[in-house]
Structures are given as C-alpha cells and as structure tokens.
C-alpha cells in the first residue's frame, strides 16, 4: 500500500524543505495524547502532564481529537513561519468552512473519511453526517463537534487560545531545545536536494519515501492506497523530533501536500517496507511453516532433513522454504552437495518492531 505524491513537471526549487514551530508543537501534543506511541518520550510526557494546569489540562482533553489519532491538516502548515504566532495567525486566515471541515475529517476517525460533498455548516444532511460520525467516536468528540458547527469563531479562538498557552506551559522551552537540530537538518537536506537531486534527498528523508522510476511521483510506504499532486505548489517537507516514528503526509483535496518526517537519529536502523512485514505474516501464518521454524530455531536442517522430521516430501519443504526465504526468515549456507537452511534469529526477532513501525508510520 502506498500514498503517491504526483510531481510532474515540478521544478526542484519546488520542493522545499523548512522548520515549523506549530507542526512540532502539534507532535508534542500528540505524544501527550498517545504516549504509547513515543515510549523514548515517556518521562518527558509525564513532566510535562504532572506540571499542567488542571484548566489547560482540560482544554488539551476537549480538543485532543485535533491531534491524537491523525492531525488536522492546519496544524501543518504548507508555508512554515518562523515563529509559532505567525503560522497561527495563518491559521486565523482560513475560512470557516476550510477549517470546521478539516477539523471535524479528524474528530471523526483518523481514516479521512468524506463528511459530504456540500458544506456541514450549511447542508442540515452533511451536518448530520458529521454528528453521526463524531458521536460514533464517543461523547467527547460528540460535544467537541456539535460546539464547533455551533459557533466556529468561538471554537477557532478557544483552540488558538489553547495552544499560546501551550507555548507558555511546554512548549516555548521544548522549541529552544530542539530548533537548532530541525533548522541544521532542513539545511541539509535542501543542500542535497540541490547537488544530488530528489532520489537522494527523499532517501535522506526516510526509507519509506521513494521517488517513482519516471520521476514524476513520490511513493510514500504507508498503510493506505491514496494519491494527491502537488498541482504546481510543490512539497513541503518539515523534519520533527518529537513527531518519531510517525511519518505525517496531509494529502486531502485541496491542500497543499506536505510530508513531516522524523529527524533522523544516529546510526538508525533502515525502516522494513510493509510488503517484507506482510511477507514475513504470511509466512508465519501457515502451520507448516511454523513447525519447521521451530526445528530450524535448533540449528541447521537440510531439506530433506526437515523432510524426514515432519514426515513431508521434499518438494512439499522446498516450497514452505521458498516462502519462508523470501520474508527473510531463513538463511542459506551451501556445504558440499547440501543446502542448510538456518533460522534468521534478528529478523524474527526485529518483526514485532518493525510491524509496530510500519503500523504507527
């Protein structure tokens, strides 16, 4: 499953590569929403939550939906600031109709649904729809949503008021501890983007971005099968460091596409595609399959050892190890006349992680 970015005919200048005080703080937002999915920022969630003012605490809680599960697409701009006030005034920009839609696509779900074709703030049917949707996420969503098409002016300035606050209570701090680091590596990703291209550049990004053999499109390894284009705007690609291990895409209709990435950390492991996960899945599906692994996690075994042990043919082993050789799973070594197949002890070991980082990609 892929996101596909269409870029054709769009100058390299166009991609671009930048620092975003709202989109990190909106990570930080989000890693208090879902510690679990941050467990390196574990200790920093607990400071920040304990030292919260009960009011702002509750203030996070109402509008949580805006972040937790999936981010509205405002709060990652395509057009970074350089100072948290300005991107929100950006925001402020936005009509009613642009900001109520996008903020209710993620209070109802993560999964982007389609609200309705008209607007809910005036079609009584897409308003319904809406509610419908919201009220199936829990009564939090329900009361965040049905405020929202109530009154939008007012729920834009709480929202707004809330993350200045935010800035006061964590933020501001956690920004000055992290700038440098996002500032040096948008530079030099746009230094490789000018002197090597974009293949290098997207690599630079991620194991999970690729650019498309004709060049006229990014891949994006995700778990959706979605498409956007750029349509001559371009790219914007906003490194994060408490955004890790998410790979954020906002590729709505009528958004600009931009990609938030995590900076990359020393040393850090190549991320497994989702195909070799569902490989290694399938592979481990099959009763068969599994008891051979478990002679193999002994040591060595021919094909027709393996045979021999589970009463099976050899042409019957031979395409169990077929499958378990291409996830990855096995190793082969030759020794004379005869293959011997061993168990691969950290790709079985690495697969609860790596399905957990292809997941919460």
Same mark, same amino acid.
């Given at each position: 499953?892929?996101?596909?970015?269409?870029?054709?005919?769009?100058?390299?200048?166009?991609?671009?590569?930048?620092?975003?005080?709202?989109?990190?703080?909106?990570?930080?937002?989000?890693?208090?929403?879902?510690?679990?999915?941050?467990?390196?920022?574990?200790?920093?969630?607990?400071?920040?939550?304990?030292?919260?003012? &009960?009011?702002?605490?509750?203030?996070?809680?109402?509008?949580?939906?805006?972040?937790?599960?999936?981010?509205?697409?405002?709060?990652?701009?395509?057009?970074?600031?350089?100072?948290?006030?300005?991107?929100?005034?950006?925001?402020?920009?936005?009509?009613?109709?642009?900001?109520?839609?996008?903020?209710?696509?993620?209070?109802?779900?993560?999964?982007?649904?389609?609200?309705?074709?008209?607007?809910?703030?005036?079609? &009584?049917?897409?308003?319904?729809?809406?509610?419908?949707?919201?009220?199936?996420?829990?009564?939090?969503?329900?009361?965040?949503?049905? @405020?929202?098409?109530?009154?939008?002016?007012?729920?834009?300035?709480?929202?707004?008021?809330?993350?200045?606050?935010?800035?006061?209570?964590?933020?501001?701090?956690?920004?000055?501890?992290?700038?440098?680091?996002?500032?040096?590596?948008?530079?030099?990703?746009?230094?490789?983007?000018?002197?090597?291209?974009?293949?290098?550049?997207?690599?630079?990004?991620?194991?999970?971005?690729?650019?498309?053999?004709?060049?006229?499109?990014?891949?994006?390894?995700?778990?959706?099968?979605?498409?956007?284009?750029?349509?001559?705007?371009?790219?914007?690609?906003?490194?994060?460091?408490?955004?890790?291990?998410?790979?954020?895409?906002?590729?709505?209709?009528?958004?600009?596409?931009?990609?938030?990435?995590?900076?990359?950390?020393?040393?850090?492991?190549?991320?497994?595609?989702?195909?070799?996960?569902?490989?290694?899945?399938?592979?481990?599906?099959?009763?068969?399959?599994?008891?051979?692994? @478990?002679?193999?996690?002994?040591?060595?075994?021919?094909?027709?050892?393996?045979?021999?042990?589970?009463?099976?043919?050899?042409?019957?082993?031979?395409?169990?190890?077929?499958?378990?050789?291409?996830?990855?799973?096995?190793?082969?070594?030759?020794?004379?006349?005869?293959?011997?197949?061993?168990?691969?002890?950290?790709?079985?070991?690495?697969?609860?992680?790596?399905?957990?980082?292809?997941?919460? @990609?």
């Amino acid at each position: 499953m892929t996101l596909r970015i269409d870029i054709t005919g769009l100058p390299a200048d166009r991609l671009r590569f930048a620092a975003s005080p709202l989109a990190e703080l909106t990570a930080m937002l989000h890693v208090l929403a879902a510690p679990a999915h941050h467990p390196q920022l574990a200790g920093w969630a607990a400071d920040v939550r304990g030292a919260l003012r &009960p009011e702002l605490a509750e203030r996070l809680r109402e509008a949580e939906f805006l972040w937790r599960s999936s981010c509205a697409d405002f709060l990652v701009p395509a057009r970074p600031r350089a100072t948290l006030a300005q991107e929100l005034d950006d925001v402020d920009r936005l009509d009613d109709e642009t900001y109520v839609t996008a903020a209710l696509v993620t209070t109802c779900g993560g999964s982007r649904v389609r609200l309705a074709a008209s607007s809910p703030l005036t079609d &009584p049917a897409a308003r319904e729809r809406a509610m419908d949707l919201a009220q199936a996420r829990g009564a939090l969503q329900e009361a965040f949503a049905e @405020r929202l098409l109530a009154d939008p002016p007012a729920v834009r300035a709480r929202v707004r008021d809330t993350l200045e606050q935010c800035a006061e209570a964590f933020f501001d701090t956690a920004w000055a501890g992290v700038t440098a680091r996002i500032a040096s590596d948008a530079r030099l990703k746009t230094d490789l983007l000018a002197r090597q291209g974009v293949a290098a550049a997207l690599a630079s990004v991620s194991g999970a971005l690729t650019l498309a053999p004709d060049g006229h499109c990014i891949v994006v390894d995700k778990l959706q099968d979605k498409a956007t284009a750029a349509d001559g705007a371009g790219v914007t690609f906003i490194p994060s460091v408490y955004g890790r291990p998410h790979l954020v895409v906002v590729h709505a209709s009528g958004w600009q596409p931009v990609v938030q990435y995590p900076v990359a950390e020393p040393n850090p492991p190549e991320p497994v595609s989702l195909e070799t996960v569902g490989l290694r899945l399938d592979a481990l599906a099959h009763p068969v399959r599994l008891r051979l692994l @478990r002679t193999l996690a002994r040591g060595p075994h021919t094909t027709r050892e393996l045979a021999h042990t589970w009463e099976l043919t050899p042409p019957e082993v031979s395409r169990h190890l077929a499958v378990l050789r291409r996830a990855e799973l096995l190793t082969a070594r030759r020794q004379g006349r005869y293959v011997r197949y061993a168990l691969n002890l950290p790709a079985m070991t690495a697969l609860g992680t790596d399905l957990l980082s292809a997941v919460l @990609r």
